[in-house]
């Protein structure tokens, strides 16, 4: 099983966290697995805390290709950002790859039995 923390890097404002709490639902939804979210006050916001983060645990392999369907999916419509992923032996942007390239790459890192991280870039 591997864990996926997806983060939005640099400022994050109340349209970036109801992007992240969208995503949050959609993988919630399709694969059927708990998400745990990152709240962060932000000064001057109307929220009382905003999510900036997400974390995915206990994603087993064969639900890697519905993930990367759902953050494909998700990102079609949030053209704004650019995912990054990153884990302790690479750092690779993801928009430019084929989902299979992506879904083959999560399976073959050999860090996937620890903690990767996705982060969106705007």
């Not at 962060?40 to 890697?64: D, F, M, Q, R, W």
């Not at 990367?68 to 419509?77: A, I, R």
């Not at 990054?84 to 084929?98: A, D, F, G, H, P």
């Amino acid at each position: 099983m591997m864990q996926i923390n997806v983060t939005i890097m640099g400022v994050c404002d109340e349209k970036d966290s109801h992007h992240l709490n969208e995503l949050k639902r959609y993988i919630e939804d399709e694969l059927q697995v708990r998400v745990n979210s990152t709240q962060t006050y932000v000064e001057g916001s109307k929220s009382t805390g905003l999510t900036t983060g997400i974390e995915i645990a206990g994603i087993i392999l064969s639900s890697i290709s519905t993930f990367v369907t759902v953050l494909q999916y998700w990102q079609s419509n949030k053209k704004s950002y650019k995912a990054i992923y990153k884990s302790e032996n690479i750092e690779i942007e993801l928009n430019n790859l084929t989902h299979n390239e992506i879904v083959d790459l999560l399976k073959s890192d050999s860090s996937t039995e620890k903690q990767s991280l996705i982060e969106l870039v705007k």
